[in-house]
């Protein structure tokens, strides 16, 4: 079988047996796969410091016979590393967080450029700027509206009023849609509640263009109540934890 060559983004490292290792990447036209690395940790010449969390890379491999299979990696090319991203533990874990969430809402095999382009943007922007809790909500947002799970956030999914100053919103029990203090008072006790002006940020963030968006600014009160608002709609859509939720949360949102 001939070997195939393509570009993407490492979001999973696994040891595997005593000598391999086993790599999910992320490329514009396979998606996510996965795929195995033979003598990864004991033959350290073709690989070495290479199949790291987060490096982009130009892997050479054979596809699997069966479509259920795993991927033989024969090579692999270094082409960015992302070293600040292992250098500071705030922007790691804001690395490891969207990772978490990219393999969370995406299947093996199902290739979507839109995703491809959003975590390049988030990695790269992780590197270069100084907010990675900033970059970890919009890309949770962006992901969201990529898959088909964008929240409604400029109007109350109830009454239809757009948001506005002198009310109070919450995400509506599910998450998808705001409910305002009028039409569901009780939302406000059950759900992460959002102020106007971060609901605002938030819908300008879901319209700006990939390369303008880390020009926004959010405050640190707008990053606690953003990430807990999408961590909500989440555990509803996927009806399980996120791993790296707890440490993420706890790390970013003391930050500002
Ligand atoms: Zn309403």
Redesign the pocket.
Same mark, same amino acid.
């Given at each position: 079988m001939n070997t195939c060559s393509t570009c993407g983004f490492v979001v999973r490292i696994a040891e595997h047996s005593e000598s391999d290792k086993l790599v999910t990447f992320y490329s514009p036209e396979l998606g996510r796969i996965t795929g195995i690395a033979k003598g990864a940790q004991s033959s350290k010449k073709r690989f070495v410091n290479k199949l790291e969390p987060f490096s982009h890379l130009r892997l050479l491999y054979r596809p699997p016979r069966d479509p259920a299979g795993l991927y033989f990696i024969s090579e692999a090319e270094l082409l960015c590393a992302h070293l600040p991203l292992r250098m500071d533990f705030r922007r790691y874990a804001a690395a490891m967080h969207l990772c978490e969430l990219l393999l969370r809402f995406t299947r093996e095999n199902d290739p979507d450029p839109r995703l491809y382009a959003l975590l390049q943007w988030a990695l790269t922007a992780l590197c270069a700027d100084k907010a990675p809790q900033k970059i970890m909500v919009f890309f949770h947002l962006r992901l969201l509206a990529a898959i088909g799970y964008r929240p409604e956030l400029d109007q109350?999914? #109830?009454?239809?009023?757009p948001v506005s100053p002198g009310?109070a919103y919450a995400l509506a029990p599910g998450g998808g849609s #705001?409910?305002?203090n009028?039409?569901?008072p009780l939302a406000a006790r059950v759900s992460p509640r959002l102020s106007v002006q971060t609901l605002r940020l938030l819908a300008s963030a879901q319209s700006t263009a990939l390369e303008r968006l880390t020009r926004l600014q959010i405050s640190r009160q707008g990053v606690i109540e953003a990430m807990d608002a999408l961590h909500y709609y989440t555990l509803h859509l996927l009806q399980q934890d996120i791993h790296s939720w707890t440490a993420t949360r706890s790390l970013l949102a003391g930050a500002s």
């Open positions: 109350c999914g #109830l009454c239809g009023q009310h #705001l409910a305002c009028a039409c569901n």
